[in-house]
Nanobody, 124 residues
Framework: QLQLVESGGGLVQPGGSLRLACTAS????????IGWFRQAPGKEREGVSC????????NYADSVKGRFTISRDHAKRTVYLQMNSLKPEDTAVYYC?????????????????WGRGTQVTVSS
């Protein structure tokens, strides 16, 4: 069983930065692609970024390109999402998810395992 736990959310002013972390456990985590998703109230879950199992490939939604950076540390079994130049529209619950088939997709249906999420609020 693969388990994911997100951390690092919080309240930040517009233009500020946060770094989210997704720590994985379970025998398949090292071979899984990891994605970050977000869901704002009243909106559908949106794919934000993903990284391949080896960390050699990344993908980003247009809305976050140039502002967010995804990376992973295999030794720590952790995937990070560095979020810079945050905007109020980035406010959402952020989830990480694992895809054991490493498809590098930004749609939720491609992922088999999910964390419980961490709240990010961008407000002055």
């Amino acid at each position: 069983q693969l388990q994911l736990v997100e951390s690092g959310g919080g309240l930040v002013q517009p233009g500020g930065s946060l770094r989210l972390a997704c720590t994985a456990s379970g025998f398949t985590c090292d071979y899984s692609g990891i994605g970050w998703f977000r869901q704002a109230p009243g909106k559908e879950r949106e794919g934000v970024s993903c990284i391949s199992s080896r960390g050699s490939s990344t993908n980003y939604a247009d809305s976050v390109k140039g502002r967010f950076t995804i990376s992973r540390d295999h030794a720590k079994r952790t995937v990070y999402l560095q979020m810079n130049s945050l905007k109020p529209e980035d406010t959402a619950v952020y989830y990480c998810a694992a895809d054991i088939h490493d498809k590098m997709a930004l749609w939720a249906g491609a992922y088999e395992y999910w964390g419980r999420g961490t709240q990010v609020t961008v407000s002055s």
